[in-house]
């Protein structure tokens, strides 16, 4: 009887490895992902304190002033990249959706500054071939000055 289950471990054991490693290693992607979404967001963040400080006070020096569809916004943005994620494929979008009282959207006091920025994240994991997931988040906040 026990000379046929001689080498009946070695393929369990295979299974089980398999099993073990590939749940660790989406373990980690997955936290590469939180870890991405999170800085994404951050991102937003400083990209609106980047808008509302150069809002409707702003020097020509300053590289301003902040506007709708601005393109400053974005090597700003990508000077902030660090870590994992590619300076290159973050897109940064700065909006001013509206104002107080009814005056049109701009960039002048009381406004609201919106900003969009997203990532396009990759998964390192083998059996999710090309499985991409863009990251996205927005953030406003209000031109006191």
Not at 100 to 125: H, K, R, W
Request: charged share 10%; hydrophobic share 40%; net charge neutral.
């Amino acid at each position: 009887m026990r000379h046929r289950q001689r080498g009946a471990s070695l393929p369990e054991t295979a299974v089980v490895i398999a099993v073990v490693l590939a749940l660790m290693f989406g373990i980690i992607d997955f936290g590469r992902a939180l870890y991405t979404y999170g800085f994404v967001a951050q991102l937003a963040r400083q990209g609106a304190r980047w808008a509302i400080v150069r809002g409707s006070q702003c020097t020509k020096l300053d590289n301003c002033p902040a506007q709708s569809g601005s393109t400053d916004i974005q090597p700003y943005i990508q000077s902030l990249s660090e870590g994992a994620t590619n300076a290159g494929s973050l897109t940064a979008n700065l909006q001013f959706p509206s104002c107080p009282n009814g005056a049109p959207a701009s960039d002048a006091p009381g406004c609201i500054a919106e900003v969009t920025v997203t990532y396009p994240f990759q998964f390192m994991l083998p059996y999710l071939p090309k499985a991409q997931i863009t990251m996205s988040s927005t953030s406003e906040m209000v031109i006191s000055q």
